[in-house]
């Protein structure tokens, strides 16, 4: 299984992004799929993850202003970044996890400037 997240940039506090996560190989065994992010000088988060049946859960610091979803049909996971903060910028990575797997993409930069 390979992951592959895209979308990072640099906007501006206010703006908005939208990553992507797309997934090849044996996708079906992914039941869950999240963004993490890490920002310099700190530990990696869990941004949001989703589900298969696409239940979803948050970080309280982006509840309200980020979105995850997936579409199946084409194995991608979206984050939808809205009102977006200096303590936003970070190194944004997806994960797939399953029953005994856990996979990693290599990561997307985002940067808000104030």
């Known amino acids: 299984v390979q992951l592959q997240a895209f979308g990072g940039g640099l906007v501006q506090a206010g703006g908005s992004l939208r990553l992507s996560c797309t997934t090849s190989?044996?996708?079906?065994?992914?039941?869950?799929m999240g963004w993490y992010r890490q920002a310099p000088g700190k530990q990696r988060e869990l941004v949001a993850h989703?589900?298969?049946?696409?239940?979803?859960n948050y970080a309280d610091s982006v509840k309200g202003r980020f979105t995850i979803s997936r579409d199946n049909a084409k194995n991608t996971v979206y984050l939808q970044m809205n009102s977006l903060k200096p303590e936003d910028t970070a190194v944004y990575y997806c994960?797939?996890?399953?029953?005994?797997?856990?996979?990693w993409g290599k990561g997307t930069l985002v940067t808000v400037s104030s």
């Open positions: 989703i589900t298969g049946g696409g239940s979803t």
């Open positions: 994960r797939g996890t399953g029953y005994g797997i856990d996979y």
């Open positions: 190989g044996s996708v079906s065994s992914i039941k869950v």
